[in-house]
């Protein structure tokens, strides 16, 4: 596993799949393109 994608799992806070989609989709909506990192409500809609 990547050591960026284990870290995140560790955490206890991500999932592994969620991880890799995030990673895939530079943690931006696939549809909207919405930055999901830039605050918390965006990353509640994810």
């Keep these: 596993m990547n050591k960026i994608i284990e ?3 560790n955490t206890g806070q991500w999932g592994e799949n969620d991880v890799i989609l995030g990673i895939r ?6 549809y909207c393109d919405k930055d999901l990192l830039v605050s918390v409500e965006n990353y509640k809609e994810w």
């Design 7 to 9: 870290a995140l799992v």
């Design 25 to 30: 989709a530079g943690f931006k909506c696939e």
